[in-house]
């Protein structure tokens, strides 16, 4: 008969236990009825999905092409049919294959310590945490120190609760003072806060702050939040804000304060001269600097003109870099030499584009000629990325009918010209270059094209023999052998990090 009271006793007092369990941790309850549920919903068979085929996935790929679950192992191929793939590792680096391969994989693992940043880790949140804390938008300056907002523990708690904080490159502190063994670790990074009261924990986190330590431009520390068995984890970005440069646009905010139109000569004095007319024209005033890299170069006259003279068949990508460098507007303008302003050119339309959207640049047609491409860029393995070039745009410009927004414009077009500064124009591009320039910008740029302004293209020949004989010794620079096109396509291999480059076949 004791024993069975005992029996009985013991019974009573587990389960009191279990069920007071239950009410500390009402998720259990949750989770156990979550089980329940889905153990007796789920058909097994159901546990065993099938992945739908790859040809009805197209829909998830921005081009329509195969989805390639957004690993990094993009292919060579072409998209579809009038494309040509530039395999770089096939075509264009030759007998040093490996040597150039490894000076560009020790490049390649250079850029990626200065680049890559531990905020791009994907962090998945527990269910049912008691934690609060910042999920986003949490910045401190390098070596200043911040509050750290939105910490807290939520539940009821036990006798004795400790909460820690971990951090990689900052350290911990507190505002407030606080009693003997209650917080540890102040001024490390780890720090640790102990008490039998959540509200006091919870009033302590409030005044947590964290100081980087080191001077960096851009970095990020990821922080863990512990409490129990609960686990969190959250980024702070350390950045230095980069200093604003604002351009002046007069008193008047009239065009000529705002626009420079850049250009670069090679030898056809007799075509800058026929587009330096027509711009005067429609804008008598307006800022125009010249890149000139004739062997025998002749004087341009003229108000509101700055001509730069270089060395012999420098470049074109050269020109295009000494020209930009002398603007000191808020936008540059960038026309050939053979281009002819019209009544339709009008800069006007094509200021009030970038200066009311979040557009860097805006192209528009030549002679009424739209020219639009997509650049598709894809990450790939140690063999290196992909860039894919189809025609089009992806998608209209919000607010401006005609206008969309894509990757490549003709060499008509109207940018900030601090952006054109960032990109640059490499030089080493010296007789045929445009695309490259547009691959450069991928991920700094966004580009536009509006189809309401044009510019016209100057009529080819001239009846002049002399004038003959300047355009044909001008054509030889601007074609290339198969030598100088291969060299293109070393550079991009090399600079880029590219394994192939598919566009359309021209």
Same mark, same amino acid.
């Given at each position: 008969?004791?024993?069975?009271?005992?029996?009985?006793?013991?019974?009573?007092? #587990?389960?009191?236990?279990?069920?007071?369990?239950?009410?500390?941790?009402?998720?259990?309850?949750?989770?156990?009825?979550?089980?329940?549920?889905?153990?007796?919903? +789920?058909?097994?068979? *159901?546990?065993?999905?099938?992945?739908?085929?790859?040809?009805? @996935?197209?829909?998830?790929?921005?081009? #329509?092409?195969?989805?390639?679950?957004?690993?990094?192992?993009?292919?060579?191929?072409?998209?579809?049919?009038?494309?040509?793939?530039?395999?770089?590792?096939?075509?264009?680096?030759?007998?040093?294959?490996?040597?150039?391969?490894?000076?560009?994989?020790?490049?390649?693992?250079?850029?990626?310590?200065?680049?890559?940043?531990?905020?791009?880790? %994907?962090?998945?949140?527990?269910?049912?945490?008691?934690?609060?804390?910042? +999920?986003?938008?949490?910045?401190?300056?390098?070596?200043?120190?911040?509050? %750290?907002?939105?910490?807290?523990?939520?539940?009821?708690?036990?006798?004795?609760?400790?909460?820690?904080? +971990?951090?990689?490159?900052?350290?911990?502190?507190?505002?407030?003072?606080?009693?003997?063994?209650?917080?540890?670790?102040?001024?490390?990074?780890?720090? /640790?806060? /102990?008490?039998?009261?959540?509200?006091?924990?919870?009033?302590? @986190?409030?005044?947590?702050?964290?100081?980087?330590?080191?001077?960096? %431009?851009?970095?990020?520390?990821?922080?863990?939040?512990?409490?129990?068995?609960?686990?969190?984890?959250?980024?702070?970005?350390?950045?230095?804000?980069?200093?604003?440069?604002?351009?002046?646009?007069?008193?008047?905010?009239?065009?000529?304060?705002?626009?420079?139109?850049?250009?670069?000569?090679?030898?056809?004095?007799?075509?800058?001269?026929?587009?330096?007319?027509?711009?005067?024209?429609?804008?008598?005033?307006?800022?125009?600097?010249?890149? *000139?890299?004739?062997?025998?170069?002749?004087?341009?006259?003229?108000?509101?003109?700055?001509?730069?003279?270089?060395?012999?068949?420098?470049?074109?990508?050269?020109?295009?870099?000494?020209?930009?460098?002398?603007?000191?507007?808020?936008?540059?303008?960038?026309?050939?030499?053979?281009?002819?302003?019209?009544?339709?050119?009008?800069?006007?339309?094509?200021?009030?584009?970038?200066?009311?959207?979040?557009?860097?640049?805006? !192209?528009?047609?030549?002679?009424?000629?739209?020219?639009?491409?997509?650049?598709?860029?894809?990450? #790939?393995?140690?063999?290196?990325?992909? $860039?894919?070039?189809?025609? #089009?745009?992806?998608?209209?410009?919000?607010?401006?009918?005609?206008?969309?927004?894509?990757?490549? $414009?003709?060499?008509?077009?109207?940018?900030?010209?601090?952006?054109?500064?960032?990109?640059?124009?490499?030089?080493?591009?010296?007789?045929?270059?445009? /695309?490259?320039?547009?691959?450069?910008?991928?991920?700094?740029?966004?580009?536009?094209?509006?189809?309401?302004?044009?510019?016209?293209?100057?009529?080819? !020949?001239?009846?002049?023999? *002399?004038?003959?004989? $300047?355009?044909?010794?001008?054509?030889?620079?601007?074609?290339?052998?198969?030598?100088?096109?291969?060299?293109?396509?070393?550079?991009?291999?090399?600079?880029?990090?590219?394994?192939?480059? /598919?566009?359309?076949?021209?």
């Amino acid at each position: 008969m004791q024993l069975k009271t005992y029996c009985l006793i013991f019974i009573i007092i #587990g389960l009191e236990a279990f069920f007071v369990s239950l009410i500390m941790r009402p998720n259990i309850i949750h989770s156990r009825i979550w089980f329940m549920v889905d153990t007796k919903n +789920t058909n097994p068979g *159901d546990l065993h999905l099938k992945l739908k085929p790859l040809n009805k @996935l197209k829909f998830l790929s921005p081009y #329509g092409s195969d989805w390639t679950f957004e690993r990094n192992n993009c292919s060579c191929r072409i998209l579809n049919s009038g494309m040509v793939t530039h395999d770089f590792n096939k075509f264009a680096i030759g007998n040093d294959k490996n040597i150039i391969k490894n000076r560009r994989r020790l490049q390649y693992e250079q850029h990626k310590k200065r680049n890559e940043s531990p905020a791009r880790k %994907i962090i998945i949140a527990q269910p049912n945490s008691p934690l609060s804390y910042p +999920t986003h938008g949490v910045e401190v300056k390098p070596l200043y120190s911040i509050l %750290i907002p939105g910490l807290a523990v939520h539940g009821i708690g036990g006798e004795n609760n400790t909460v820690k904080l +971990t951090a990689t490159q900052g350290v911990f502190n507190t505002i407030v003072e606080t009693s003997d063994g209650v917080v540890d670790g102040s001024g490390e990074k780890e720090l /640790t806060i /102990t008490s039998p009261s959540l509200a006091i924990i919870n009033n302590i @986190l409030k005044y947590v702050t964290y100081t980087s330590k080191k001077y960096q %431009i851009t970095s990020t520390d990821l922080v863990s939040f512990q409490f129990e068995e609960y686990t969190a984890e959250f980024a702070i970005l350390i950045r230095m804000p980069p200093m604003i440069r604002l351009f002046d646009p007069g008193p008047d905010n009239s065009i000529n304060s705002l626009v420079t139109i850049v250009t670069k000569t090679f030898l056809r004095y007799h075509k800058l001269r026929i587009l330096i007319n027509s711009i005067r024209k429609f804008y008598p005033e307006i800022m125009i600097i010249i890149a *000139d890299d004739s062997d025998v170069t002749e004087k341009i006259e003229g108000p509101y003109i700055q001509q730069y003279i270089m060395p012999f068949a420098k470049g074109w990508f050269a020109g295009r870099n000494l020209a930009a460098s002398q603007v000191t507007t808020k936008y540059l303008l960038w026309v050939d030499e053979d281009f002819e302003f019209t009544q339709e050119t009008k800069l006007e339309k094509l200021v009030e584009v970038l200066e009311k959207t979040n557009l860097d640049l805006v !192209g528009a047609p030549v002679n009424g000629h739209q020219f639009t491409f997509k650049l598709w860029y894809e990450e #790939g393995d140690d063999e290196g990325d992909c $860039v894919f070039s189809q025609n #089009g745009a992806f998608h209209p410009l919000d607010g401006f009918p005609g206008c969309m927004v894509t990757s490549i $414009v003709v060499n008509f077009f109207l940018a900030k010209t601090e952006k054109i500064w960032r990109v640059g124009f490499d030089p080493r591009f010296a007789r045929v270059a445009h /695309t490259e320039f547009f691959i450069d910008g991928i991920g700094s740029m966004l580009i536009g094209y509006c189809n309401n302004v044009k510019v016209g293209h100057q009529k080819k !020949g001239v009846a002049d023999k *002399d004038l003959a004989e $300047v355009e044909k010794k001008y054509a030889t620079f601007r074609r290339l052998n198969r030598g100088e096109f291969k060299s293109r396509l070393d550079m991009m291999l090399f600079k880029n990090h590219l394994k192939c480059y /598919t566009r359309n076949r021209v």
